[in-house]
């Protein structure tokens, strides 16, 4: 009996396939809602340039001017806080849906290498059992090593990022 399955090899291969499409549709889907953004920022854009032109030509004195173009700061402001708003959500949703597909491989690649590290001592020939009793005991140590890397790298990561998270 082999330590190696096909069946195992089939099925590692599927939730790698699976695991790949989830990322690259979430990724799609993040960056085709980044261009409706942007089409729909740019097209209210041109609608504004529109209206401030004709309210420009209207204008009759250099006070009425200056004031009218006083009046343009907030509008703008308000804009560009906007969108800066809704960028920031496709960003942030887009890196949760990325981050659950990533722990949810995460979880089976510890899962499918704990079964192969079983398989492996199950099936290794006689005569080895030092070596195993060694796989078997430096395995929950490596995994939870892993683990401890995981958390800490996460932890560092919320940390750095916490400050910009006021601008919502």
């Known amino acids: 009996m082999s330590i190696f399955e096909p069946d195992q090899f089939i099925a590692s291969q599927t939730d790698n396939a699976v695991t790949l499409f989830a990322l ?8 085709q809602r980044l261009i409706e953004l942007n089409l729909q920022t740019i097209h209210s854009a041109l609608a504004t340039s529109e209206a401030y032109w004709h309210e420009a030509l209207s204008v009759k ?34 890196k949760a849906e990325l981050t659950k597909v990533a722990e949810a491989h995460y979880e089976h690649a510890n899962l499918t290498a704990r079964t192969l590290a079983d398989n492996l001592v199950k099936n290794a020939p006689a005569g080895t059992e030092p070596t195993t009793t060694v796989l078997e005991s430096t395995f929950p140590t490596s995994l939870h090593a892993r683990e401890t890397v995981r958390k800490a790298a996460k932890q560092a990561i919320e940390t750095a990022k916490g400050p910009r998270t006021a601008i919502k």
């Open 24 to 31: 690259t549709n979430t990724t799609f889907e993040s960056f």
């Open 61 to 94: 004195t250099p006070e009425e001017y200056l004031t009218w173009q006083a009046g343009l700061i907030q509008p703008a402001a308000e804009q560009a806080l906007s969108y800066s708003r809704q960028l920031y959500d496709i960003a942030s949703n887009a």
